[in-house]
């Protein structure tokens, strides 16, 4: 059999973004939206430790 | 006679540039090692070598220098397929050769010197191509998207990859600081993970790799915290191990569960659920379960 790895390249892709990190984003989407807006940024943590820290772009420049 | 002079020709325009060309592509990412078939071997050789070839033969034709250097030809003009055709018949029939053995010698001269120049030329453009393939391939994740790329990749780039490459490294992600995160568990049933920061291989085979910020899953604690009653949170059962280079032999390994985290990716999807393009995300991974210290694992940032 040969491996396709476009088609590995492609799974992997698709798999990097956690589980948690959807179900979190999902079901804290509006609070997201108003940390944004008020203190310009958002930290979601993994259940291992990891943080997702959202900035708002303009906050990141400056 | 002719049958050595092919074999040798082989060797010269499609072998030896093969291997230039894998030399040159792997300084950027490794390949695989394996065996092709003789077909699969002749198929690659000729499509590598097909654009330097028409190149060099045209500019060694046609254009200044390349048609006089290195090793210039003091020769009338139209005197080289004279000397090729002189050359083959003296290789083909020894009656030829007899025959023609005083013209033989300069004529093979000559022409061995315009072999060689064109040689010098294909072997520089299958450098030039080697590096350029390498840079192409180094930057998958970048440049994927792009059509041309694509067809470009499917066909010669990721067929010549090793796929612990791409499975062990940030090689899909356009941004290459995306931590490559992995639960690793190994044979005496003891589940690790970590970040890579670096991986191994003999050959085309996984030898060992390398784990940052690593941790190893007590399971003996959960289930004795778990017989007596305790209410337990799985995650709180990691501990760290205090190793900056924890190296996982790969003959002990029994699987490998991949938890990359794409910044790129994320960005997308946060922007996406959100309808906010104008984030940018930052990615910390390491962070120890039972300290109350701050992540010190690696960061990576998508603006």
Known sequence: MVTSLSKLAELIQEGSVPAWLKEQVSSKREEIIIALQTTGSYTLTGPNGELVEIRRAVAAAA | MLALTFSI????????P??????????????RSLVPTRV????????????????????VFWAWPFNTYPLRVDAR?????????????????????????????PALNRSTRRQCRLLSW???????????FGFLSSNYGK??????????????????????????????????????????????????????????????????MILDNPRRYDRKSLLADREMGKTVDPNAYWRKIPSANFYVFADKILNINLKSIGVERVKMFVSKSIGDAAISVTIKTGTVEESSEPSRGPAADAS
Request: charged share 20%.
């Open chain 2, 122 to 132: 294909y072997y520089v453009l299958v450098v030039l191509e080697g590096v350029a």
């Open chain 2, 77 to 105: 003009p139209g005197s080289r397929s004279a000397d090729y055709k002189t050359v083959m018949a003296a290789l083909y029939s020894e009656d030829m050769f007899k025959k023609n053995y005083e013209e033989f010698w």
């Open chain 2, 9 to 16: 020709l082989l060797t010269l325009y499609l072998i030896i």
């Open chain 2, 18 to 31: 093969d291997a230039i060309f894998r030399f040159f592509f792997s300084r950027y990412v490794p390949l």
């Open chain 2, 143 to 208: 440049y994927q998207k792009n059509r041309i790329y694509s067809a470009l990749a499917d066909g010669l780039l990721l067929p010549n990859i090793s796929e612990w490459h791409v499975f062990l490294t940030a090689f899909v992600f356009a941004d290459k600081k995306s931590p490559v995160l992995v639960d690793v568990l190994c044979t005496d049933g003891t589940l690790y993970d970590g970040q890579v920061t670096q991986y191994f291989l003999d050959g085309s085979k996984l030898s060992g």
């Open chain 2, 40 to 59: 699969e071997t002749i198929y690659r050789a000729v499509a590598l070598s097909f654009i330097p070839f028409v190149i060099s033969t045209i500019l």
